[in-house]
C-alpha cells in the first residue's frame, strides 16, 4: 500500500505525529502459478462492503479512545 512514505513524514516531520495503520483483508492472495484461483475486484467491493459498518464502529471507538496529549 502507499501508506509508508505518508507515515515516514508524519513521523520525521518538523512536527512528528504518532499514527495508526488499519487494514481491511479483502480477498486472498493468489501465489501459485498452478493456482485455479483467479484475483476478482467484484469480490473485494463486496467484503468492503459487507464490513463497512464494522469498520466504521472500530474507527470511531480507536478515535473516541484517544487521548490528546
Known sequence: M????????????QR???????SLISNHCVMDYDCQST???QEV???AQQRS???QRLVATLIARIIVE
Open 39 to 41: 484475483v476478482n475486484h
Open 45 to 47: 467491493l463486496d467484503i
Open 16 to 22: 512528528p505525529m504518532r499514527c495508526v495503520g488499519l
Open 53 to 55: 459498518d464494522d469498520f
Open 2 to 13: 502507499s501508506t509508508c512514505p505518508e507515515v515516514i513524514v508524519a513521523r520525521h516531520g
